[in-house]
């Protein structure tokens, strides 16, 4: 640093020196030098004219020796004068224009200054401008940072909420499974209990029919007395009208109603039956005997052997074809409906003609026993249905029903009728008047109750056959084939004994066997029959199932 | 060789302006004796202190014939006080060397006849004054660069040093004259300084020697180590006698070697007047 001191300190003695020699030796002269030299140009310039004009005035004296007068001499003399002034007067013309000129140019020079001056403030203005956007820029930019950390903070915030909520949607997962799981187990251990309850309560009643069984069996080997009072707990039907003396063989005590249901499969026998169409066939209560009636106006009794229907018999007394058969509760009389508009009655032991009912007017095309076996009901193609009494054997009621009576059924207070006019009628027996009436889609063909006479089926010509809770008096279920056709106005369908299965004969000959539980087809038995199936009927055992046909042929069925 | 450009600071080329630039008002009055037909009035003129005098007296020289009969007229000449006055020599040196503390202008006499044949030398044309100007610059380079940046020149730019000076041109004489003014850095300045030492009364024209501006341990000498190495008297005796440089008086501790950058003349050498103090 002191290196450069001493160095500035020279120099700029040198400098200053330098200045103080130009302004002492230069400046100081420079300007009188200068205008010095201008007067000694003048000086030399008019000694020079003065002398070009002495010599002018000599010459022109000496030429004017010869010529005459002064005053040519003057008057030339004047003229160079004048010539002198104009010249003069000129050059101070001249000089004022440039002078104006001068002041013009100066003008110019101040306005382009002011411009100057003018532009500079702008200038300024426009700086101080900038200066304040850019402040305010820089107030946006730190604002613009103070948001952004603001926004970055949530965006931490929010991220670990989100972590928190997935980690208690896993755990909520969790916790669903496992509950899901516990319930699970609990429902099966539930299930296993009722299981086991039930196999329990099945076990209890198995060994309640056994024990049945066993006091049946030993009842029927008892010496049995004239009065057969039956100990049929499972009954609420009464004997009556036992003036006849029943054998033990030709009774056929009616088995419980827990029947060993078995699904026919294959056809154990097929056989002609009567001579033409076969009609209607039945069961006795006892499973042994089995009767078919036929338009040859016989009844044929056969019995069921070994997977063998072996006749028996022949009922006969009929003028026409018979159209429905029934046997009595306790097996020992047989009732038959027929075309020649009368209903018969034989006893079974001894296959004689005991009772004719008279008095229909048309087919009479089902006969029924009321349960109490005292009377019978009756429905004809003259679209009456007419209640007997067996002692008086005359007609008690005759009710008018409207519609040709294809088939009837009866429970302890009602009477339910199927009708040509697609309607089932409910008829209360003491009050003789409709109760209810159901209207199906086609013409009622069958009626069938199960054993414990709180449903119904029904078979209608529209190929449905339908079971009709008699709760409700509603069409619990309705089954159907692709292949079933109803064959014939009198097609007879019937339940199996326990009420599971429910068969019915088709146009085609085929008999199908639907499950009442799954509403299913179980069977389509297809083997035996040649042409429309008439009427089936299932025995009361549950084993066999005997089918009739329009071609004068039966087929007994069994699962063998 | 490619030698840095030594950085001349805004004050160093103010400097050199006005080194270029110095004036001498002078009057040249006719001499008395001279025949003349009338009156000669004194002519008046700034001399340039770089120049010389026979290349600048051209107007002085008509000047003076206007009033001086033809036959009369020899080579000019000029005198100072009954001093012959070197043409060869800058007219800075020589009004440094004869009238440093006299009163202004300087008076100088014009002579036409009787020319001093042991004093001076003859100038009959310009061309002797530039083969004397470029014979200056090559000796002064030959001790600053052993000669290598002035034999690097192109005869062109020897004539553009030659035109600078002679039409009064600075940025003409000095775009080639900077190129004579560089060294490099590690030596630190010229190998040796081109300078001449002029004193009034010697019996020797001038002293000229081999003086290095860097001292062997490095050190950067000053004005006053050439003088106590030369002229030791004016070190000191520093109230009798005035060291001159273009009409200044540096401070001794100015290095030489900014001295030889900055105010040498156009012929590249430092020309130092030694002349007795004024004692007012």
Known sequence: ????????????????????????????????????????????????????????????????????????????????????????????????????????????????????????????????????????????????????????????????????????????????????????????????????????????????????????????????????????????????????????????????????????????????????????????????????????????LWEVVAGHCEPKGALTGSNAGITSIEFDSAGSYLLAASNDFASRIWTMDDYRLRHTLTGHSGKVLSARFLLDNARIVSGSYDRTLKLWDLRSKVCMKTVFAGSSCNDIVCTEQCVMSGHFDKKVRFWDIRSESIVCELELLGRVTSLDLNHDRTELLTCSRDDLVKIIDLRNNAVRQTFSAQGFKCGSDFTRVTFSPDGSYVAAGSADGVLYVWNVLTGKLDKTLDKGHSSAINSVSWSPSGTYVVSVEKGSRAVLWSDM | MTLPTPIIMADDKDVLRDVWFGRIPTCFMLYPDEVTEREAEPFYLLLPRVSYLTLVTDKVKKHFLKVVKAEDVEEMWFEYEGTPLKWHYPIGVLFDLHASNTALPWSVTVHFKDFPERDLLHCPSSSVIEAHFMSSIKEADALKHKGQVINDMQKKDHKQLWMGLQNDKFDQFWAMNRKLMEYPTEEGGFRYIPFRIYQTLSDRPFIQKLFRPVSPEGHVLTLGDLLKEMVPAAIYEPKKYQVVIHGIEPLLETPIQWLSEHLSHPDNFLHICIVPAPND
């Open chain 1, 1 to 300: 640093m002191a290196g450069r001191r001493v160095e500035c300190t020279w120099k700029r003695h040198v400098a200053e020196q330098l200045k103080q020699r130009d302004r002492v030796q230069r400046q100081a002269f420079e300007e009188i030098i200068h205008q010095y030299n201008r007067l000694l140009e003048k000086s030399d310039l008019q000694a020079v004219l003065s002398e070009r004009l002495q010599t002018e005035k000599y010459e022109l004296q000496d030429r004017h020796d010869v010529s005459p007068g002064a005053e040519s001499l003057q008057q030339e003399m004047a003229q160079i004068r004048i010539r002198h002034q104009e010249e003069l007067t000129e050059l101070h013309k001249k000089r004022g224009e440039l002078a104006q000129s001068v002041i013009e140019l100066n003008n110019q020079i101040q306005q382009k200054d002011k411009e100057i001056q003018s532009n500079e403030a702008k200038m300024l203005e426009y700086q101080q401008q900038i200066a304040q956007l850019e402040g305010e820029c820089r107030d946006l930019r730190s604002s613009l940072a103070d948001l952004e950390r603001a926004n970055q903070t949530l965006r931490d915030e929010y991220d670990a909420l989100q972590i928190t909520f997935s980690a208690l949607e896993e755990k909520l997962r969790k916790t669903t499974e496992d509950n899901q799981e516990l319930v699970t187990r609990w429902m099966a251990e539930k299930a296993q209990e009722a299981n086991r309850l039930n196999a329990e309560n099945e076990k209890d009643c198995r060994r309640r029919q056994a024990k049945l069984q066993k006091e049946l069996a030993d009842a029927a080997k008892e010496p049995l007395p004239i009065e057969p009072d039956g100990v049929c707990v499972c009954f609420r039907r009464r004997r009556s009208l036992n003036s006849h003396g029943t054998s033990p063989e030709s009774a056929d005590a009616p088995t419980g109603v827990c029947a060993e249901v078995r699904v026919p499969s294959t056809a154990l026998h097929v056989f002609d039956a009567h001579d033409g169409e076969v009609n209607a066939v039945r069961f006795s209560p006892g499973s042994r005997l089995l009767a078919t009636g036929g338009m040859d106006r016989r009844v044929k």
